[in-house]
């Protein structure tokens, strides 16, 4: 399982990368979804998850819709057109973030041996 600690700084750009390719999702199928994607290694939290998604539409990069389903009140969350921008800029820091910790953590020691 992923650390909290590594995962903190990626929750953001992971549940933005979710909505842009499911549309809208509530809360329980994110987790799930991030559960399965990643084969349980990663297991997000109510109390991690939902702060963001506040935020997120606290700052009008997410929408709200209620829909009632078995007699329960279902939050669904869903990028405004703010909200794609916003993805696509997060998605792609996260990308730049993981290569460059690639690259610390295997670098090209063919590369270096030629520059010497």
Known sequence: MISKELLKGSLKSIILKLLKEN????????????????SGKIQLTYGALY???HKLEKDGTVTTD????????????????????????????????????????????GLNNAIC
């Open 23 to 38: 549309g809208r999702m509530y809360g329980y199928e994110i987790t799930q979804k991030v559960d399965e994607i990643t």
């Open 51 to 53: 702060p963001i998604l």
């Open 66 to 109: 209620n829909e009632s389903v078995n007699n329960r009140t279902r939050v669904y969350y869903k990028l405004t057109k703010q909200g794609q921008s916003t993805a696509m800029e997060k998605i792609k820091e996260l990308e730049e973030f993981i290569d460059t910790i690639r690259t610390i953590l295997k670098p090209d020691f």
